[in-house]
């Protein structure tokens, strides 16, 4: 009985330190966030940040264009199938361009960023940390935060929503090439059913708050997770991974709320 | 109190009743240090004591868990963000891996600091950079990039960037490791000169007994956690104190145990530990 309690007690005091931990972390991590962001970059911040906004933003824009393209398509496909049956397929081009400047492209374009350049940001970050150039680097008297993250950080919010807007842009040219130029709905109403009705301020305007939430929230992670790691193969490996569940987890998670206060009336 | 200096030299770094620990391991209880201005100090001990986090200690990475470290006047530890790094820019660092930056060639790791703290013309940079690189022999090398270097050669650069801004204090975390016999013959030069020419002061981590003694006005030596011995190299090498002997003429036995603290072997081997 007393060894049962003594276990109970045990597993207790397990969850609150887990508790304790998580809620250190995210203290760290929102220090970290204050401490990267913020303040007015020099010019060779400027030139730091271009650099950075080609390998996140540029060198991303291959996988996420080319997703874009395949989700228009499948979409107008499988769109087609089901509207086809009421008569209403003239309604595909609205049916499109709402499904991915609501959801789809946010969504679908901050995991692809997740996965290609919030991994790679958290494993280069991540072997600077392990082969010391971190600690160097304060030790030449220049703050890493300001040198290494903040670049990054900044590059990501900037250069997702961006990308987002390439895929919903690829999308649209997807699903127009699979319902119109080959399941043979009319050009015309694709195109004018998507423009009366789409609205720029609530569909347009929240997709992209969409995907300026996600930029923050994945860079973020992915920087802290680099910065925060434990020096070793294993730690970078470790801190890799949770980069992705992590900003996934959360990109689905935050859509979620956001979409119920954006068109749920919440 | 302080108890562990030289009396005679203006000091530079004072280090006064300093702990650290790592979770439960202590590893300084009660450390006292006076590093002179314009001196080679040299701090020894068996690996695992703790030099290189000493080390760190100074340079403000790490934070005690008692005691102060002061540089110039200045207490390390309750220096703002700000201060600290305009310190550090009076400080240069070795690693022991050379710590350069992979993304850059040898000459921009050398020229790094020199962008990021001056408003030099490149020209100037330029010749500053080849007047580091020549002193460290890798002139010709500038065009490499840090993956291209062997170790050796990887310590050189990254003491032509420690030195790049002639600081007034460099730390050089265990510059001898993993060196041949005529790069080591290099570096011990050239931190005896760079020390004679720049009066910089210079504080040397390593466990070379033989080119540490030949560098260094000043010595202390450091074990389970704390200052076992200080004084010149004439002094310490005479030291009748067994710990002291047995780190300097390296002898096996001695009150420095060789294996890590450990179950009884015979128990160990019939599982019973």
Request: aromatic share 8%; charged share 15%; proline share 4%.
């Amino acid at each position: 009985m007393q060894s049962k309690f003594k276990q109970g007690a045990t597993q207790i005091t397990r969850l609150g330190r887990k508790g304790c931990d998580a809620m250190e972390a995210l203290g760290r991590a929102g220090v970290f966030l204050g401490q990267s962001a913020v303040g007015i970059p020099s010019r060779e911040g400027w030139r730091l940040w271009l650099r950075q906004m080609h390998f996140v933003g540029v060198l991303s824009l291959a996988i996420v264009l080319v997703s874009g393209l395949f989700i228009g398509m499948v979409l107008a496909l499988q769109g087609y199938t089901i509207l086809v049956d009421f008569g209403a397929e003239q309604a595909l081009g609205q049916m499109v361009a709402l499904s991915l400047l609501r959801e789809l492209a946010p969504v679908v374009a901050a995991l692809l960023f997740a996965g290609r350049a919030g991994s790679a940001l958290t494993a280069e970050i991540g072997l600077m940390k392990a082969t010391e150039q971190l600690t160097s680097m304060e030790m030449i008297g220049v703050d890493p935060l300001r040198r290494v993250v903040a670049p990054r950080l900044w590059a990501g919010f900037v250069a997702l929503p961006i990308l987002t807007v390439g895929f919903s842009v690829v999308g649209i040219w997807g699903g127009y090439l699979v319902g119109v130029e080959w399941l043979g709905v009319f050009e015309g109403s694709y195109w004018s059913n998507m423009q009366a009705s789409v609205s720029f301020i609530n569909d347009v305007g929240n997709g992209m708050i969409k995907s300026l939430v996600f930029a923050v929230v994945v860079t973020w992670i992915a920087v802290f997770q680099g910065y925060d790691l434990v020096p070793t193969s294993e730690g970078i490996s470790r801190a890799t991974t949770r980069t992705v569940v992590y900003s996934s987890l959360a990109v689905l998670g935050l859509d979620f709320v956001l979409t119920a206060v954006m068109f749920g009336g919440l | 109190m302080k108890v562990n200096q030289p009396m005679t030299d203006v000091p530079f770094i004072e280090i006064e009743d300093l702990y650290f620990s790592r979770g439960e391991h202590d590893i300084f209880r009660g450390v006292n240090m006076t590093i002179p201005q314009g001196k080679v100090t040299a701090i020894m001990g068996p690996s695992g004591t703790g030099k290189t986090t000493l080390l760190k200690l100074i340079g403000g990475q790490l934070t005690p868990d008692r005691g102060r470290v002061l540089i110039d006047g200045q207490e390390v530890h309750s220096l703002s963000r700000k201060a600290l790094f305009a310190l550090r820019k009076r400080m240069g660092m070795l690693f022991q891996s050379g710590a350069l930056f992979s993304d850059l060639d040898v000459f921009e790791n050398v020229a790094f600091p020199l962008r990021v703290h001056t408003d030099l013309p490149d020209a100037m940079i330029r010749d500053l950079v080849l007047l580091k690189l020549q002193a460290v022999g890798l002139r010709g090398a500038r065009k490499l990039t840090p993956a291209e270097l062997s170790g050796g050669m990887a310590r050189r650069v990254a003491l032509a960037r420690a030195v790049a801004l002639d600081p007034e204090l460099i730390l050089y975390d265990e510059p001898f490791v993993g060196q041949d016999p005529i790069s080591m013959g290099v570096l011990v030069q050239l931190i005896k000169r760079l020390n004679q020419a720049l009066q910089l002061t210079s504080v040397v981590v390593s466990h070379d007994i033989k080119e540490t003694l030949s560098i260094a006005d000043y010595l202390y030596l450091i074990a389970d956690g704390q200052v076992v011995a200080h004084g010149t190299p004439q002094t310490l090498d005479t030291n009748q104190d067994p710990r002291v002997s047995q780190f300097v003429h390296g002898e096996p036995d001695g009150p420095v145990p060789f294996h890590y603290p450990a179950e009884s072997f015979y128990r160990d081997i019939l599982g019973h530990a």
